[in-house]
């Protein structure tokens, strides 16, 4: 069995970050190592939330903890997510490292999670310089979104081909896959919901229906970033971790969607996780 340590949000009430991620990793067959950097009652899109960041030093003394009894050895990666300060950002490349001095094949997965005002996701200060200039270089995988694109590339990104641009940047720069988890409003096709995969051998584009909400459902990148690590511990190629990923989280969206709540419905959806109906396909553009 492989084993990811999974350092992200925890949400006490509905789904994010680890909550969004843990199960259907397992599901997978992946055993999840949940460390959390903040513990909230509910993710920060609500408006308000109660709760607090652990301190930094947790993080760097629980991994700690894990190799004094021997078993840092048997993690395969490490994926992190929302984090809860700037500082947090050094403690987790410094886990990651730990980790690979146990484990030489051990990867990093980093979602860049850098907020978004505008739909409520709230970062605090420092830490979107942490992810560019800390965590990008240590990665071996990174998988923004449109404006987390933008930010890891410096570049403006307007259209499709300025996203194809960015993704040969963010490649430069260390990371070597980079899964672009919604293009957004710079996709080719405006009513559907489309991602890139890229590494050094190409760029692949999928695209699949875009559901309607009143309001966004999240922790839809969360699931993403952990469905695609899973699928590669698991021996899926590239391909084909992108594809049952993308087909995966689309059957969560469609079964979200027709229940008409707000949070994303994982456990309705736990058979369709590993089972997909969707039959999305990956085209190769460069």
């Known amino acids: ?32 190592w949940a460390l959390n950097t903040v513990q909230f009652s509910n993710h ?4 308000k939330w109660k709760g ?7 993080i760097g003394e629980i991994v700690q903890g894990i190799a004094e009894i021997d078993a840092l050895k048997h993690c395969n990666a490490v ?14 490349v410094k886990a990651y490292q730990a980790v690979k001095l146990q484990n030489k094949n051990a990867i990093y997965l980093c979602d860049p999670v850098m907020g978004h005002p505008d739909k409520g996701c709230i970062v605090a200060d420092g830490v979107k310089e942490g992810l560019i200039n800390i965590a990008m270089a240590h990665a071996d995988i990174i998988t923004p979104n449109l404006v987390e694109l933008r930010e890891l590339s410096g570049l403006t990104v307007e259209n499709f081909e300025q ?19 919604h293009l957004s409003k710079v ?3 405006a009513d559907k919901f489309e991602m890139l995969f890229a590494t050094a051998e190409g760029i692949w584009h999928i695209s699949r229906p875009l559901y309607q909400f009143d309001k966004e459902p999240v922790g839809v990148g969360d699931l993403t970033a952990g469905l695609f ?7 899926k190629s590239d391909l084909e971790a992108f594809e049952h990923t993308a087909n995966a989280v689309n059957d969560v969206m469609e079964i979200t969607a027709n229940s008409g709540v707000y949070e994303l419905q994982i456990i309705a959806a736990r ?7 969707s039959t999305c396909k990956a085209v190769k553009i460069a």
């Open 229 to 235: 690590l899973a699928n590669l511990l698991n021996g």
């Open 79 to 92: 994926l992190s997510g929302y984090i809860g300060s700037a500082e947090q950002v050094e403690e987790i």
């Open 187 to 189: 996709g080719k096709q």
């Open 52 to 58: 607090m960041v652990i301190p930094k030093e947790q």
């Open 271 to 277: 058979e369709r996780i590993v089972n997909p109906i």
């Open 44 to 47: 920060t899109q609500y408006g």
């Open 163 to 181: 996203a194809i641009e960015a993704v040969k940047v963010i490649l430069s720069k260390g990371p070597k896959k980079v899964l672009v988890k």
């Open 1 to 32: 069995m492989k084993n990811i340590l999974s350092i992200q949000s925890h949400v006490v009430y509905g789904y994010a970050g680890n909550k969004s991620a843990t199960f259907p990793m397992q599901l997978l067959g992946v055993d999840v």
